[in-house]
């Protein structure tokens, strides 16, 4: 029968997606399933099934704040129960809060340089720029400021649209070397690009300068759980990491802040910073998520590898807490597969450092990252939308 309006067709096709609902709903009532109706593509989706949720408020909690927005007043056990969600829901819960706020086939190249290297006065355990212990690292004074803008600008020319520029300082000096800091800032800034640094403790002052200069973020990471933080770092308090932060929110400086996993810390104290970072108010702009690189002479060289999937379960309940942040797939990058990082896109990591070097550990090179995202069908972020 000859149908040219297509009436025929849209019948059967109504006809289908009905079925489909009822078969959904069905489905639903007959296994007891406490999570939200799944639409089929194409059909609009059915009526919730209304049951108990065996994983308790906790769970509810957190896909309630999935579905109306932001929230600064995560509980511990809820950040626990979000944690421990089983894997393959965990990472499509996140992938579905990420494409709610990020585009889904984006992610932004940033690119990091030490500016100041070795000799800091911090014994961080994980870092082999403290001068505490023997490692490989050489010290090198400040850069010059117009050698540090031709790094910014080729690396703008390959398509970074975040340059950051850290220096091994135990707090931000005054005097020359904070304002060859501010040229640099400056001259970064004036190349179209987002600027960050990490220099270590700000004041209030260093902090509104910078601002003035040019500064898009500041970074300055909690490192791990506030229980766990003695381990890893006697020379400064928790509190002071805090007080950097609030100098940096008062600039009017967005915030990059996160942790590093491996270091021999338990699950809770993954948790714990987690809790801590989703509580702040704003949440950090950029969350960087590590994984420890083992480096010979620090005290933790030793520590056993850390599970990839771990990354993607804690780069996942990031997503989750912080849904507007950009959750950067940072330091130690190079020790995961393909599939790994590829896991860690689809848990919601929206950002990675590209160059061989981050600081002064190892990074995947510039072929290796292309060849990833274009096998993903994946594309870097344009400078227009940053």
């Known amino acids: 029968m000859n149908d040219p309006a297509g009436k025929m067709g849209g019948m059967a096709t109504k006809t289908t997606l009905e079925a489909a609902r009822l078969e959904m709903v069905r489905s639903a009532e007959s296994t007891g399933a406490g999570d939200e109706v799944v639409a089929a593509p194409g059909c609009a989706a059915p009526q919730a099934v209304t049951t108990q949720d065996k994983r308790g408020p906790e769970h509810e909690a957190g896909r309630k704040a999935e579905q109306t927005g932001l929230r600064h007043d995560w509980k511990r056990a809820e950040v626990g129960a979000i944690y421990g969600t089983a894997l393959p829901e965990l990472v499509f819960r996140a992938q579905t809060v990420h494409r709610a706020h990020h585009a889904a086939d984006r992610v932004q190249t940033c690119q990091l340089i030490s500016i100041k290297t070795g000799g800091c006065p911090e014994d961080c355990a994980y870092c082999p720029q403290s001068a505490h212990y023997e490692t490989s690292v050489e010290r090198q004074g400040l850069l010059d400021p117009q050698h540090v803008v031709e790094v910014a600008r080729e690396a703008v020319g390959r398509g970074v649209t975040r340059f950051c520029m850290g220096a091994a300082w135990r707090e931000a000096p005054e005097g020359r070397e904070f304002e060859n800091v501010l040229e640099m ?200 939308v940053v």
Do not use: W
């Open 185 to 384: 800032v400056r001259g970064v800034s004036a190349l179209g690009v987002e600027v960050c640094c990490t220099l270590g403790m700000l004041t209030e002052r260093q902090a509104a300068r910078l601002k003035e200069a040019g500064l898009t973020a500041y970074n300055h990471n909690l490192d791990t759980s506030p229980e766990f933080y003695g381990s890893i770092i006697t020379t400064r308090v928790y509190e002071d990491r805090l007080k950097t932060l609030a100098a940096v929110r008062k600039a009017g400086i967005t915030v990059c802040c996160g942790g590093i996993l491996g270091m021999g810390e338990r699950e809770a104290d993954r948790i714990g910073l987690l809790h801590q970072l989703a509580t702040l108010e704003p949440h950090p702009e950029s969350v960087p998520i590590n994984m420890l690189v083992r480096v010979e002479g620090t005290p933790l060289a030793s520590m056993p590898a850390l599970d990839p999937l771990e990354v993607v379960r804690a780069i996942a309940t990031a997503r989750i807490l912080m849904p507007a942040s950009r959750v950067r797939l940072a330091a130690g990058r190079k020790q995961l597969s393909p599939e790994a990082v590829t896991l860690c896109f689809l848990a919601g990591a929206n950002s990675i450092f590209v160059g061989e070097k981050l600081l002064t550990t190892p990074n995947p090179g510039p072929d290796e990252d292309e060849q990833l995202l274009q096998s993903l069908g994946m594309k870097p972020l344009e400078p227009h």
